[in-house]
């Protein structure tokens, strides 16, 4: 991404792994990791938790990282700028979600007498409500 909307854009993909956790109204938070928990190449990451009733414990479903100018300079990875000069991109990474854990949270959080509540969000992909 172009450097003076990389954050935006991280930002953005932060927003959009949010709204999906928020649909599945699935219990997470945010982290935003010291640069002690980040890898090398990240100037900034975000992870994604939602916590396991069955572990007691909150578990990794999605990381998302700005790593700025480190991995297109060596990708060497350039764009022209308004004044013509070679500049080194931003890029960006966004794991989506571990669906297992996805999954597990869902099963672990929507459990009630009759089965599993499939969530509100998933039913027309679905077709059903429940799995008992």
Known sequence: GHPDNSYTALNGMVEHVKGILE?????????????????FASALTFDFEVFSTAQDRWLEVSSVSNFETFQANRLKLRFKNKDGKSQLAHTLNGSALALPRILAGILENY?????????EALIPYTGFDMIS
């Open 23 to 39: 649909e599945l109204k699935l219990p997470y938070r945010i982290l935003r990791l010291c640069s002690g928990d980040t890898s």
């Open 111 to 119: 459990q009630t007498d009759e089965g599993i509540q499939v969530p």
